[in-house]
């Protein structure tokens, strides 16, 4: 295994270490007893014990924030001045040799498997805050379910889509083979490096985690992206790109764009190495009225393209580029109408989308009415799958593609009745996708499978999207 830390200095990386483990404590604490405090949705119905057990909890949390503010302080200050007085990279590198993961990596390389998946994955306050249940309780999920991601050839069903127009083929409750996972909200080191255990015994080599830019006026020197990568290929290059138009509370994350380069490990016919680039992204969440998505997607697409032409050489073939993440708007909803237009969707195709307004009748939405989650006709990904592929039921548990503005009211709203006070199946019923998977036509590869995976339900308050791109 080989580490490469922020900094090419080792001491630095340990002084780098100490910091975040000053920082840490004092976070947790809080982090709990705001979770005992604040009042989760589906913790209302407990009984009085449980209610009087949490607030004992919460005064056990609330002494040791006291205790623990002074490491906190001590250990923001020197980060602060430690990214402030020394060239830092902008994400941590881990490597494993082919014989340290698990023999499951590359074995059909005619195909590529690409997943982007939201997971919510850090201090519990983020979890509760959006009616999420405890993160060790998830955290353990995820390590099980991803675990058992599939060994087989990455999903192929565009052909039955075509045929069939049938939400039922663009969907399954179990993952299968992906070669490259996109993910967004893995906010912390620790959970950030278990998942890079499990994930290496499925095979994928290099992983990209936690990333950010830390700066002053960028992040506060506070919160990462939430961005990581990980791959069953080689990860050539790697680069960070901040978005800077962020405002309140958004100035405490490092939102941006990963961007990577990636060795297929074969050569062309005329001897070029084949290579592969792919981007991972998280916009600002509720923009309200400013059109700040916009302005990030122009500064990926124009950053991607540099990026491309720098690291490509004349002795390279591009197989594949893809761009994948949490988009943070739809292609239908009518306060996204600027942002649908972008120039970005006319170089990077997204499959689900049959024109800019207007997607595909298979596709449904990606982000889940956070107060169903925990609903037991969703328990399952099966269940949960049943429910997505009625128009009507999937209303319930997924939003609509009817979003005016972006309010952090989408967090709480119900289905919108039509006049006769009846929830009915609608064109934009339960299909706000906001979760998607980009490629370059341009490219000798074409998407021959899409879908999206029921796999994590309960445990995240998004629906995972996939993409398989195979040589033409």
Not at 234 to 252: D, G, M, T
Not at 289 to 294: L, T
């Amino acid at each position: 295994m080989n580490i490469i830390g922020r900094y090419d200095n080792w001491l630095l990386n340990i002084i780098d270490l100490i910091c975040y483990g000053l920082t840490y404590p004092f976070l947790y604490f809080f982090s709990g007893f705001f979770s005992t405090v604040y009042d989760v949705p589906h913790l209302r119905q407990q009984s009085l014990i449980h209610r009087l057990t949490r607030f004992l909890w919460g005064l056990f949390f609330c002494s040791w924030l006291l205790v623990t503010l002074p490491l906190y302080i001590t250990g923001q200050v020197y980060w602060t001045l430690l990214y402030s007085c020394f060239a830092a990279r902008d994400f941590i590198r881990v490597d494993f040799k082919a014989k340290e993961a698990a023999d499951q990596g590359p074995q059909d390389d005619e195909s590529f498997g690409f997943l982007s998946a939201n997971l919510l994955l850090g201090f519990d306050a983020l979890g509760t805050f959006q009616n999420m249940k405890h993160v060790g309780e998830r955290h353990s999920e995820f390590r099980r379910r991803f675990a058992q991601l599939g060994s087989q050839k990455p999903w192929q069903n565009l052909a039955a889509l075509s045929s069939s127009g049938s939400k039922a083929d663009s969907i399954a409750s179990e993952f299968m083979r992906v070669d490259f996972i996109m993910f967004q909200e893995v906010w912390d080191r620790f959970y950030a490096g278990s998942m890079v255990q499990v994930l290496k015994d499925q095979g994928f080599q290099c992983f990209i985690m936690d990333i950010s830019r830390q700066s002053w006026s960028g992040n506060y020197c506070t919160g990462s992206s939430g961005l990581m990568l990980a791959s069953r290929y080689p990860i050539l290059e790697a680069k960070f790109i901040p978005y800077r138009n962020k405002r309140s509370w958004q100035k405490f994350i490092s939102y941006g764009a990963l961007l990577a380069k990636v060795d297929l490990g074969r050569k062309t016919l005329n001897g070029r190495r084949e290579v592969g680039y792919l981007g991972d992204l998280h916009t600002m969440a509720y923009q309200e009225k400013e059109n700040q998505i916009e302005q990030a997607l122009t500064l990926t697409q124009d950053e991607f393209r540099k990026f491309r032409e720098k690291h490509t050489t004349e002795n390279e073939e591009v197989v594949f580029a893809t761009l994948g993440g949490d988009f943070n708007f739809d292609n239908m909803s009518p306060g996204d109408a600027p942002t649908q237009k972008h120039p970005l969707f006319r170089e990077y195709l997204d499959v689900g989308a049959q024109a800019p307004g207007v997607d595909r009748d298979w596709t449904i939405g990606t982000e889940w009415r956070q107060l169903r989650i925990h609903d037991e006709e969703v328990s399952t990904p099966e269940d949960f799958r049943s429910i997505l592929v009625d128009d009507v039921l999937r209303r319930y548990y997924i939003l609509d593609a009817d979003v005016e503005v972006q309010t952090t009211e989408l967090m709480v709203c119900d289905p919108r009745p039509d006049s006769e006070g009846q929830i009915k199946a609608e064109v934009f019923g339960g299909k706000r996708r906001i979760d998607r998977i980009l490629y370059d036509p341009k490219c000798p590869t074409q998407p021959t499978g899409f879908g999206f995976y029921t796999t994590l339900t309960g445990i995240t308050d998004h629906v995972p999207v996939s993409l398989t791109l195979s040589r033409t």
